[in-house]
C-alpha cells in the first residue's frame, strides 16, 4: 500500500500539524509531516511509509483514542476507562506505561519515532512528526 500518494492526502502537514479523518467504522487517516498513517480499524493494524504493524486490543484502544484527538492529552484514567469499554479486563497505570512503550516500538518499526508524547502529571498525546 502506498499512503505517500499525493493524490489522497489529508490537507494540514504545510502547517505542522497533525489533521485526521475519522469516519464511523472506517480508517483513521492522519498526516504526519510529509506522509499518511492510518489506522486500520477492521484488522487492528497501523500503516505507515508501505509498512504496517499489528495492534494488540488494549495497544489499538490507546491508538484509536489517542489519534481521535491529535494534540489533545489523556491521563491513565481517560486510557483505562476506554480499555473498560472495549472489554472487561481490569488495568492500571502501570499497565497502561507498559502499553504506551509497547506502541511507541511499534511507532518506530513503521518509521515514525518521537509520535507519543507524554507530559509528566498530564497524559500522553499523538503529536506530528516531520518524516524525513
Not at 500539524?17 to 484488522?43: S, T, Y
Not at 494488540?56 to 490507546?62: A, V
Request: hydrophobic content about 40%.
Amino acid at each position: 500500500m502506498n499512503f505517500n500518494n499525493k493524490e489522497s492526502r489529508v490537507p494540514g502537514a504545510e502547517h505542522g500539524f497533525l489533521q485526521a479523518l475519522v469516519k464511523p467504522d472506517e480508517n483513521i487517516v492522519l498526516e504526519i509531516g510529509e506522509g499518511l498513517w492510518v489506522l486500520d480499524r477492521m484488522h487492528r493494524k497501523m500503516f505507515a511509509n508501505e509498512s504496517s504493524v499489528d495492534l494488540s486490543g488494549r495497544e489499538f484502544g490507546l491508538v484509536g483514542l489517542l489519534a481521535s484527538s491529535p494534540g489533545i492529552f489523556f491521563n491513565d484514567q481517560n486510557i483505562i476507562t476506554r480499555w473498560e469499554q472495549m472489554s472487561d479486563k481490569r488495568s492500571t497505570s502501570g499497565v497502561v506505561k507498559v502499553i504506551v512503550y509497547r506502541v511507541r516500538k511499534k511507532f518506530e518499526r513503521i518509521g515514525l519515532p518521537g509520535c507519543i508524547e507524554s507530559e509528566r502529571k498530564v497524559g500522553y498525546r499523538l503529536r506530528a512528526h516531520a518524516i524525513d
